[in-house]
């Protein structure tokens, strides 16, 4: 007979073999409903004859794929920039957020509640058409208010989520508050953060999208460049076969990324235990006579 872990077990238990042979049937239904679901679209794209060579030869073509690759450039251009600054920027909003003044909590917290209930679309389009700002400084704007102020909230909540005995002790050592955030609760913070930090990124990765509303030339405008001047019908069909796989390419390796810095994190000689040479015999204190 297997001995049972307990400790795995504290709000979880042990399914018996009645509830593993339903849990099994539910993975079997499940399965079959999505299996199911795939067999219908693809069942609607050979009956519309999206596979024939004719709709997929132009992919072929050299300026075709040279307007796909500057549309995805543009795109990456647009994440990278917006993802720099919506960090930078959710770290000072936290940090205001934190701060022991009433007035400049109170500033970051209007800041932060305004721009992240405001859609974004509004946001790109106002500074766009309102404030008369190009098309990629209008989009990395809008991103960059919206998730910013999205992962202000992300590091306030991972900084507050770390003991407050740790902080405690850190302020009886006579760490200064800067001291102790960037030595002592913002290592700590990090690994329980980064799933969401990383998680918004994505999302700012999927918003440069739209652009393509704003005449920016990302990749989905690429897209729809090409989709309009094909000759057959239901040219978007191809166009977004081809363009999906990669957006879903660049958000796993995103999240591989996030994983690879996790591991390292669990890795790192700052964050494993340091070994301690036993005491000897005769060993005196500091400061012991």
Known sequence: MKALDHSATALYDIP????????????????????????WLLYLLFDTDQFTATKWT???????QELLLRGLGNTLKAFAVS???????????????????????????LFV????????????FFIYVALKVEPLPALVAGLTLYNGSVLAEVFRSGINSVE??????????????????????????????????????VVALKDTSLGYLITYEEFLHAGKLIASN??????????????????IGMCMLLSWF????????????????????????????????
């Open 16 to 39: 018996g073999p009645k509830t593993e042979r339903r849990h099994k049937l539910y993975g079997l239904i499940s399965t079959l409903i999505v299996l199911g679901l795939v067999a």
């Open 58 to 64: 132009p992919f072929e073509y050299k300026g075709i």
């Open 83 to 109: 993802a720099v600054l919506s960090l930078a920027l959710g770290t000072v909003l936290a940090v205001g957020r934190l701060s022991d003044h009433k007035p400049v909590r109170w500033l970051a917290t």
């Open 113 to 124: 509640e305004f721009f992240r209930a405001m859609p974004v679309l509004v946001m790109i």
């Open 164 to 201: 407050r005995g740790q902080h405690e002790a850190a302020y009886a050592l006579g760490m200064r508050k800067t001291q102790v955030m960037a030595h002592v609760l913002v290592p700590q913070a990090v690994r329980a953060m980064l799933p969401a930090i990383i998680s918004q990124l």
């Open 230 to 247: 094909l000759d057959y019908d239901l040219p978007f069909i191809p166009v977004v076969m081809v363009i999906s796989p990669i957006y």
């Open 258 to 289: 996030a994983q690879w810095v996790a591991r390292r994190q669990r890795r790192s000689p700052k964050t494993e235990a340091a070994d301690v040479a036993p005491a000897e015999p005769g060993t005196l204190l500091p400061g012991a006579q």
